[in-house]
Every structure is written in C-alpha cells, then in structure tokens.
C-alpha cells in the first residue's frame, strides 16, 4: 500500500478515545482566548479589515481564512513539539468555517480536531528539522495538510476520496519562515486552513487528483534527505498525539522559542526583589545580558533588533528587557504598531552566547534550553537556567487565559461564552459558531 493510501485509511477508520476528546476541548478554549481579541477589534490589528474587505462575503473559505489569520494574528495560540507548528489555527478555523455551514455531530468535529493534530505531529516528524531549517514555515506548509485530513474525517469521504483530498492539498502546501515579524506569518495559517477548505469542496465536486506519490513526493522535496517518512503513519494513534506530546498552550504572547529565557529573566527579578532591593536598583545597574542556548535554538526567535511590536514577538533581547521591567510579557507591548521604547535601551544590552558545548538545537529541540546571566557593574553576576521541560512543566491556565480575553465583554456575554465553550454537546458547538462567527 502507498504512504497516502495508509494514511487515508488511518484517517477515516481510527477512532479517538475520550481522553484525545477531552484534550481537544480544551484545545478549542485556547483557540478562543487567542482569537476573540482580534475578532472582536480589541487590539491593534491593521490586517482583519484589510483581509475582510479582500475576502469578505462569508463563504467557507473566506471563513476559515479570517479565522486562521485572527487566532495566529498574536502569536499567543498553541504549540505542538512534533509538529513544530501550530496545529489549532489551521485546523480549527477549516472544521468551524465548515460546521458553520454544514453542521455535524460534537464528537464527530472532536474526532477530526483529533485526527487533524495526529497528522500534523506525524508530518512533523517525517519531515524531519530539516523541513523547518530549510526555511520552511511548518503551521503553513504542514498544516495544510493536517487540515485538510481533519477535514476529510469530518465530512466522512471514504478511504480513496481522503487520498485525493490529501493529494489536493499537499500540493498547495507553502509558506516561508521569511514571512515572520510581518502579517504574513498568521496569513499563513489563514492560507492553509483555506486551502483545505478548498482541497476539499474540489474533491465533493469530482475533480480528479493524483490517489498515490503525492505527500510522499512532498515529504522528499522538503526534508533535505533526512526524511523519515515511516514516521506518518507506525504506531498510529500509540498514544493520540492530542494527548502526548499534545498541545502547548502559551502563557505568553511571544514565539514560544523566548518563553524559557522570559522565565529565567523572572526568576531573577524575584530573587532580586526577594533580597530585600529595589528593582530601579537592578536595572541602574546591569551592565550586560547575556542568554545561552543550544547551537541554532534562536532560529525562529532570529530578531536581535525588533522595528516594531510584531517583530518584537520574535526578539529574545526585547522579551528579556521587557520581562526584568514588567514582570510579565504584557500584550500591549507586542500589539501591532510601535514597540515600547522605554524596553529597547535594556535591550541593547543583552547579548546572544551560544553554548557550543549543548547538543544542536536541531538534533533534538525538546533539549532546548536558556541560561540567562545578569552582570552588574560591581562585576557580580545573577544567572539562572531553564530547560523548556521546565517551562512544559508548569500548566497554563486556559480557562484563566479565556477569562482575560473576554474581560471587555458584557456580563451576559462572557457567561455565554464560557458555558458554550465547554462543549458538552453539539448545542454547546451551535451556539461558539454562532458566537464567534
């Protein structure tokens, strides 16, 4: 059987467990933390209205579009590590822009959400680092396809119409790691979750596509002959890839490549402060920064001096000043529009040490990790490591995080929300798609 056979047959007959169902529940509050602000014009975004007056008129692919570019708009949505992505806002915006015109059961768009992040974790690894390294931007290249997949399961095509949806979309499949700090890096996600939309209402039409050599010819082009490509479809399901290494969820709005070094930064400030000083008096007297880490694992934090917030998302020198001054990664100060100049002198500070002595980051990004060290002007030195394990180790809290972003909407609105994106059945799906769309 060929790879895009068994993968379509792994597409339409494996089935979730409820601990995937559950996991992808929770998977859908964090998409609609992350989207509501932008959606609703609640930060400064530019791209929306010019997006709606390009795609507007409601159809299921303009729909998934706007969704997928609002939810990646702040770089605030999930992570998932085999994918080395973010698998939610391709997917999700492809399964609710088609629900929406299309209605099916709750466990039926659970099981797809599922399946579309099983995909998505399986390319990942098929592809190798090499994928990501070559330039590529995995949420808009992979995550074409693992929408589309999620799209197959939830409208029930059978094993040979999967193969050719599957084949559709894999070859639109683009996108460039050129793109970040611009509106381009979430239009990403809006382009992917379109043209699984796409791939799939040419495949209910009959238009014919190539059922065998596609996502394997894919998977060779962009892998730089280290290609795993048994790795799409052995042990399918062994855990559900919702489950384990399953979503990462963000508890800020940076690349989730700086948040080991933003939590470093706050550990020092609170040793700091816990010693009875003063923060003026740290920040009066740091004379130098410096942030260690594994050969290549800044590669999507690339920004040393960021231009405006957006590009600030990407700046390991920015989130550092900004965490020492804040305490936090406030999302003011990562909104579309001007940076924070207040942060950029701090910044400037701040120097990029690679520890050659670590394992390249390529080998194996679960290693990653930041050692920052503050040098005063006395000459004496605070440092504190934190490996990214640390940082998956401590739970984020969605709920909370859902809570936040709802905080400008009336009492009666934010109770429906929240009780809808529970999900405890398909009224509760009706009601977030009429909600949020």
Not at 6 to 33: K, N, T, Y
Not at 300 to 306: K, L
Request: aromatic residues 6%; contains cysteine.
């Amino acid at each position: 059987m060929n790879l895009t056979a068994a993968l379509a047959e792994r597409i339409v007959h494996s089935q979730p467990d409820a601990a995937a169902r559950e996991a992808a529940r929770e998977g859908v509050r964090d998409f609609l933390a992350v989207s509501w602000p932008v959606l609703q014009g609640q930060v400064p975004d530019s791209g929306l209205p010019a997006l709606r007056n390009v795609y507007g008129g409601g159809s299921t692919r303009s729909t998934a579009l706007l969704l997928g570019y609002a939810s990646h708009a702040l770089d605030y949505d999930d992570f998932h590590a085999d994918f080395r992505g973010h698998p939610s806002v391709v997917i999700l915006p492809a399964l609710l822009a088609w629900q929406q015109h299309q209605p099916t059961e709750l466990d039926d768009f659970l099981d797809a959400y599922v399946i579309g992040v099983e995909v998505a974790g399986r390319l990942g690894l098929a592809v190798s680092q090499q994928h990501y390294a070559l330039g590529n931007h995995n949420t808009a290249t992979l995550g074409t396809v693992a929408a589309a997949a999620a799209l197959a399961r939830l409208i029930g095509t059978d094993t040979s119409a999967t193969a050719t949806l599957i084949g559709i979309a894999t070859t639109q499949a683009s996108g460039l790691r050129a793109q970040f700090g611009s509106a381009v890096k979430p239009l990403h996600a809006g382009f992917a979750a379109e043209r699984a939309v796409t791939a799939a209402q040419l495949t209910l039409a009959g238009f014919d596509g190539k059922q065998d050599g596609v996502i394997e010819a894919f998977i060779s082009a962009t892998s730089n002959g280290q290609a795993q490509p048994e790795k799409l479809i052995d042990n399918w399901a062994e855990p559900w890839r919702m489950v384990s290494p399953g979503l990462e969820f963000k508890p800020f709005p940076t690349c989730a490549g700086t948040h080991s070094a933003a939590e470093a930064t706050r550990m020092l400030r609170q040793q700091w402060l816990a010693n009875g000083h003063s923060l003026q008096a740290l920040l009066d007297n740091i004379a130098d920064i410096s942030v260690a880490f594994p050969p290549g694992g800044d590669i999507a934090a690339s920004v040393r001096v960021p231009a405006n917030g957006i590009e600030a998302r990407f700046s390991l020198e920015y989130v550092i000043a900004a965490m020492l001054m804040y305490d936090d990664l406030r999302l003011q100060d990562f909104a579309e529009g001007e940076l924070n100049h207040a942060v950029m002198p701090l910044a400037a500070k701040v120097r990029r040490t690679p520890d050659e002595n670590a394992p390249p980051d390529a080998i194996n990004p679960a290693l990653r990790f930041h050692l920052v060290t503050l040098t005063l002007r006395d000459g004496s030195q605070l440092q504190q490591r934190r490996t990214r394990q640390q940082s998956l180790a401590d739970a984020v809290d969605v709920m909370g995080k859902l809570r936040a972003a709802l905080q400008q909407e009336m009492p009666q609105r934010q109770q429906q929300l929240l009780h809808s994106s529970a999900l405890r059945n398909t009224a509760d799906l009706a009601a977030l798609i009429q909600l949020l769309l």
